[in-house]
């Protein structure tokens, strides 16, 4: 014979550990939600694809256009065209001290 809880005595074992709150969890430090909307967050892709400093921010900035709260749709994709300026300007420089 085994002894078996019903799940109301369980509910009521564990009805002071157990928080319910119907909000939903914000995490802005780990994972803010203008880069994780869509099926892969942006760090992930930034990561995957081994992306250097200003190519990573471009592709940050572009991915969270008009999503971040207080931050216009227009300043992020500027953003995103001046750390694409500066690895232009890092690759050209680069190719000239190696005479490419």
Known sequence: MTNRIS???LEE???DK??????PVV???NHPSHYTYGKIEC???IMDKDLDFCRGNAIKYI???GRK???PWYEDIEKAIKYLEMYMAHKSKTNAE???
């Open 18 to 23: 157990v928080a319910i709150d119907t909000k």
């Open 69 to 71: 709260e207080g931050s």
């Open 27 to 29: 995490d802005n430090v």
């Open 13 to 15: 074992l564990f009805a």
């Open 7 to 9: 799940s109301e005595e």
């Open 43 to 45: 760090i992930d892709f």
């Open 98 to 100: 190696l005479g490419g």
């Open 63 to 65: 991915i969270r256009a």
